[in-house]
């Protein structure tokens, strides 16, 4: 088994950054990618941003890109989300997932572990 958790999220005013972290513990030998997903009330939970293994491949939603950047570190099987020029549309519950296979989904029923998740509230 794979135990996910974040850290990292907070309030921050828009424009403002935060940066969050999630450790794997447990069999991490089989993980592939690692992802974040975000969710608010009444939506579904939606793909961020996600990364293989090895770090060649990442892949971010459209509203993210070149402002946030996920990034691995395997030694301390942690995968990180810089999140700059935030805004309150990014105001959402966070989740790490990973799955054991390498491809790299946006679907959240094709992830394999999860964590339990951190808030980011941005204030206008």
């Known amino acids: 088994q794979v135990q996910l958790e974040e850290s990292g999220g907070g309030l921050v005013q828009a424009g403002g950054s935060l940066t969050l972290s999630c450790r794997a513990s447990?069999?991490?030998?089989?993980?592939?990618?690692m992802s974040w997903f975000r969710h608010t009330p009444g939506n579904q939970r939606e793909f961020v941003a996600g990364i293989n293994r090895n770090g060649g491949t990442t892949d971010y939603i459209d509203s993210v890109k070149g402002r946030f950047t996920i990034s691995r570190d395997n030694a301390q099987n942690t995968v990180t989300l810089q999140m700059n020029s935030l805004n309150p549309e990014d105001t959402a519950r966070y989740y790490c997932?990973?799955?054991?296979?390498?491809?790299?989904?946006?679907?959240?029923?094709?992830?394999?572990?999860w964590g339990q998740g951190t808030q980011v509230t941005v204030s206008s």
């Open positions: 447990g069999r991490t030998s089989i993980i592939d990618v």
């Open positions: 997932a990973a799955r054991k296979s390498g491809f790299l989904p946006s679907t959240p029923a094709y992830y394999d572990y």
